[in-house]
């Protein structure tokens, strides 16, 4: 009696499991839209050396084996100054062209831009985009709306089969009309925001990230008057900030991003290190000190030498308040 019912469990399994699998070879694949390319993991060694040791390594994780350093702890009763300064980076210039330097490697692509979205769209449980109008991280944007300002918004139309039928297809245009969709050539720049903390117990001035922000310079067509009635296109240069995200939720992943060395690939720091130590150079254009009617420098003032001298001076006074609390 007992083999018989050995043999009818058998069956029973055998059964459930071709219905299991019938069910997935009918059901239809979902495509995801991505906005990074896929990891392209080399099938063979690609270094003449052994791989890092397990100084970094943590337990049971693949993905993110090294641990950013913990921040000193600052406590509140022991913050002498603080200021919140918004600080842009331009990739264009020499000592940021790491920030768009472009391929591929076992940890997907490098270029700055690229490795954001990769994070995004890796863990949307922790990780979160923020809508652009408040750096304050208030409102949060769903990864759709993300989609939306990168590759535009989605559009459905009918399509005519060779058959004769007619259905709807959804897709992305980013030529749609009244649609600014960023190309790859205009995200060159990263909004930082950060702040200086003075701390007294330990007289140091500590400079603590705390969001990230990609900006597109988009170049459009705008009518002007002429003068004469008449109207004429003139080209116009727009700062577009695509979203926020917050840097300590990020820090991890960009401390297992190495960033690219032009002069020796075995001597690379990751992100997190460039950007905590501030190896890039950048150009201050808001600062909450003094600030009555919270706007940037572009708004107060629209020569550019008066900008950078307005910048220059909020660092040079930083750098200042840090130095007078030494005494010799």
């Known amino acids: 009696m007992r083999k018989y019912i050995i043999h009818f469990k058998f069956f029973v399994l055998t ?4 219905i299991g699998l019938q069910a997935i070879a009918q059901s239809p694949t979902k495509v995801t839209e991505k906005l990074t390319r896929v990891k392209e993991v080399s099938l063979e060694e690609n270094n003449g050396f052994t791989q890092d040791s397990s100084f970094y390594l943590k337990p049971n994780n693949k993905e993110n084996n090294r641990i950013p350093p913990k921040y000193p702890e600052l406590r509140k009763e022991d913050v002498l100054f603080t200021e919140t300064i918004w600080e842009d980076i331009d990739g264009r210039e020499k000592k940021n062209r790491h920030f768009l330097y472009e391929s591929v490697d076992e940890t997907g692509e490098r270029k700055f831009f690229k490795i954001l979205t990769s994070i995004l769209e890796s863990d949307t449980t922790n990780v979160k985009a923020y809508a652009p109008n408040n750096d304050r991280f208030t409102t949060q944007l769903k990864m759709d709306s993300v989609l939306t300002i990168l590759l535009g918004p989605m559009v ?3 399509l005519t089969r060779e058959n004769g039928s007619v259905v709807d297809t959804s897709f992305r245009d980013p030529t749609y009309a009244g649609a600014d ?3 790859d050539s205009s995200l060159y720049t990263f909004r930082i925001k950060a702040q200086y903390i003075f701390d007294n117990r330990t007289s140091r001035m500590h400079y603590r990230i705390l969001g990230i922000a990609p900006i597109a310079v988009i170049k459009k067509t705008v009518s002007v008057p002429d003068g004469n009635g008449g109207t004429r296109d003139v080209d116009s240069v727009v700062r577009k900030t695509l979203f926020w995200i917050s840097y300590p939720k990020i820090r991890t992943y960009l401390a297992n991003r190495d960033v690219y060395n032009p002069t020796n690939q075995k001597r690379m720091i990751s992100w997190s290190d460039l950007l905590e130590a501030r190896y890039f150079d950048s150009r201050i254009t808001k600062t909450s000190y003094g600030n009555y009617n919270d706007k940037d420098l572009f708004e107060l003032f629209k020569d550019p030498k008066k900008r950078l001298e307005a910048a220059e ?8 308040f840090d130095q007078d609390r030494w005494v010799y």
């Open 156 to 158: 459905t139309k009918k």
């Open 313 to 320: 001076k909020v660092k040079q006074r930083i750098d200042d």
């Open 181 to 183: 969709i960023p190309s």
């Open 15 to 18: 059964i459930f499991t071709m």
